[in-house]
């Protein structure tokens, strides 16, 4: 066996900042045992730290194992037990036996291909669902970090835009596209009057298991962005977000006069015929039509200038008999 001070070169020789599925589950003795043995073909003598830098080149630098290990949640077990089968018949062979370095390349390679032709079938994560939310049922292994990775996506998913008219019924549900864990709680928050992500303007208004807000008739109060966020345990899992716009009832009266109003006029503020009648002419009227207008305005004029001063003429004239009283008054 090495000692102690061979053990930790053999070590910090095995974990390497390039890791693989080896150094995930094999262990640091096994790999001793493994390499006690190796003798350097050049110069004839025992060298354990050659066949650590032979299982980094062999397993550590191999994308194609690296991808054989990205299983599905739950399948490292089957990984383990996958490579514990190409390695531990290895160990027992070579524990305290010399053997050729050539030897050892030749079946850690054997080894190495078996690994990835078992592994290549066990099942593959299900997949990560875009484009937010903590998704730990997509999660994939990773050889390199020993551990199973997130899918990665931010926690707040994009703002959906909802527009009602004033006084209708709102429904809101807190749906996302991936698999939620059994146990959840759902806190429903409200940002008013403003389209937002920032989680200090939100006050709380719901908490429970519900993932459907219901607003039964909405009004101007109510517009403003709602944040729908679901909790497994202590653990966020994500955040939905509405942005819901509410249209007061006038204004909706309004628009509609408004466009009826502009489909009922053509260009040049020609209205349009009724149903079923004859097309508006868009030419002037004729000369001879406005002849004939302009002459009965003129004749019209004349004739109530002559009424006007006909009706004078008998104030003048009146009591003509008083004359000649006069005469004689004057003559007298």
Same mark, same amino acid.
């Given at each position: ?10 070590? *910090? &020789? ?11 589950? @094999?262990?640091?003795?096994? /790999?001793?045992?493994?390499?006690? #043995? ?16 032979? &299982?980094? +080149? ?5 994308? /194609? ?13 089957? &990984? ?20 050729? #370095? ?17 592994? *290549?079938?066990?099942?593959?994560? /299900? #997949? ?32 959906? !835009? ?5 006084? *209708? ?39 429970? @298991?519900?993932? %459907?807000? /219901?607003?039964? +008739? ?10 729908? !966020?679901?909790? +497994? ?10 942005? &819901? ?10 628009? !509609? ?23 508006? +002419? ?5 000369? %001879? ?21 006909? *009706? ?18 004057? #003559?007298?």
């Amino acid at each position: 066996m090495c000692t102690s001070a061979l053990w930790l070169v053999c070590v *910090s &020789l095995l974990f390497s900042p390039s890791l693989s599925c080896y150094q995930c589950f @094999v262990d640091v003795e096994d /790999s001793l045992r493994l390499c006690w #043995g190796y003798i350097l073909p050049e110069h004839n003598v025992r060298n354990v730290d050659a066949c650590f830098k032979m &299982l980094d +080149s062999i397993f550590n630098n191999n994308e /194609s194992i690296i991808d054989a290990g990205r299983v599905g949640e739950g399948y490292d077990v089957q &990984l383990k037990e996958i490579l514990d089968a190409q390695i531990l018949p290895l160990v027992e062979e070579f524990d305290n036996q010399l053997n050729n #370095g050539t030897v050892y390349e030749e079946r850690l390679q054997t080894a190495a291909d078996n690994f990835i032709a078992a592994a *290549s079938k066990l099942p593959r994560v /299900s #997949g990560c669902v875009p484009p937010c939310g903590f998704q730990s049922a997509g999660a994939v292994y990773n050889c390199i970090t020993c551990q199973y990775d997130s899918c990665e996506f931010p926690l707040d998913c994009p703002v959906r !835009e909802i527009e009602v008219m004033e006084y *209708s019924r709102v429904q809101m549900w807190c749906e996302v596209p991936f698999h939620l864990p059994a146990h959840i709680e759902v806190i429903w928050r409200f940002a008013g009057e403003v389209k937002t992500q920032q989680v200090d303007q939100f006050k709380e208004v719901t908490a429970g @298991v519900d993932r %459907l807000y /219901s607003i039964p +008739s909405s009004s101007l109060q109510h517009q403003g962005t709602y944040q729908c !966020e679901i909790y +497994s345990g202590q653990t966020s899992v994500v955040r939905v977000y509405y942005y &819901l716009t509410v249209t007061p009832q006038v204004v909706v009266g309004h628009t !509609e006069l408004q466009e009826i109003f502009d489909l009922s006029v053509l260009p040049g503020g020609q209205l349009l015929p009724a149903p079923g009648g004859p097309p508006h +002419s868009p030419l002037l009227p004729s000369t %001879l039509l406005l002849d004939a207008c302009l002459t009965a305005l003129l004749l019209l004029l004349f004739l109530s200038l002559g009424a006007l001063y006909f *009706s004078s003429v008998p104030e003048r004239t009146s009591h003509p008999e008083q004359q000649p009283d006069r005469d004689e008054d004057l #003559g007298s």
